[in-house]
């Protein structure tokens, strides 16, 4: 189970490695917070979505939708409100009635209820920075930290669906400065142009900490289903833009794997991994033997 703030947010962090398990005969469910209805235009190419925020709530259903074909995973919304991301000093407030300004416990209990019926053994997310700063990263990551927490507990989230208790954890790592600064030097060896260079710069300025990664999965086949997803979001990305940035030849002959951050574990790990279910005991694929809480087809 991979939980994300909005729509697109599936196919810019962790797509291939979803793409690859869902191929091998993984179940793979795509859990969306809000509806991105709050989001700009940002492909220029694209035009203008009429209709104010149910225009562009209806529109980002649709590109959704051809996302999670491309790369082969169910998906689910949760169906809360894009809280937007606020910009000026200082800050303006929040919209009310908006995803980051909902009660923890009230935000998790729609997740919660899913990670019981769906019933996932790894579930993936942002660290607790959200990855950005963006106030429905931030709360992405705690509705998950809660539900992967709180699901299992059958004093908690009463009503809820019976007890179901994941058993690994993992941030996605898309945006390392490793990766960055790998990328980079690629595209410059290559005697290409990097859009790299600004950022690599600013985040050391920042002296933003790099997180640790744990985890990296091999999924350089995948690639071309984690491009059609990106595509698929034509209000968001540019299929000229910063995600297509990176000839893909250098990509593949660079970087062909995506990494995470093993947060929290109920089975024994030996790191690093090279799949997010090691350690995990499940049963064949194709097996008709019944599930219990530690055997069944990967989820």
């Known amino acids: ?175 390392s400065l490793a990766r960055l600064r790998a990328m980079h030097e690629a595209i410059l060896e290559a005697g290409g142009e990097s859009p790299f260079g600004d950022w690599i710069e600013s985040r050391q300025a920042r002296e933003i900490p790099e997180r640790e990664v744990t985890t990296r999965i091999e999924c350089a086949a995948y690639f071309d289903r984690r491009d059609a997803a990106l595509r698929a979001h034509a209000t968001q990305i540019d299929p000229e833009g910063f995600f297509f940035a990176v000839p893909r030849e250098v990509e593949l002959a660079h970087w062909t794997t995506e990494e995470y951050e093993l947060a929290e574990s109920r089975v024994p790990v030996t790191l690093p991994e090279h799949d997010l279910f090691a350690g995990i005991a499940v049963q064949p694929l194709g097996s008709l033997a019944p599930a219990d809480e530690t055997t069944g087809t990967d989820r």
């Open 1 to 175: 189970m991979a939980v994300h703030a909005h729509p697109d947010d599936e196919s810019s962090k962790g797509a291939a490695t979803t793409a690859r398990y869902a191929a091998e005969g993984v179940e793979v469910l795509v859990v969306t917070c809000t509806g991105g209805e709050r989001g700009d235009v940002l492909n220029e190419r694209y035009g203008e979505v009429p209709g104010g925020i149910e225009g562009m709530r209806e529109v980002r259903r649709h590109e959704m939708a051809a996302a999670a074909a491309a790369l082969g995973v169910q998906q689910r919304w949760l169906g809360f409100v894009d809280s937007g991301l606020p910009e000026g000093d200082p800050l303006p407030p929040l919209p009310e009635g908006c995803f980051a300004l909902v009660g923890l416990e009230d935000a998790s209990a729609p997740l919660v209820e899913v990670v019981r019926e769906f019933r996932p053994h790894v579930m993936t997310t942002y660290d607790p920075t959200g990855g950005y700063p963006h106030p429905d990263h931030v709360m992405c990551h705690r509705v998950a930290a809660e539900a992967f927490a709180a699901a299992g507990d059958p004093e908690r989230y009463r009503g809820h669906g019976e007890p179901w208790a994941p058993l690994k954890l993992y941030y996605n790592h898309g945006f």
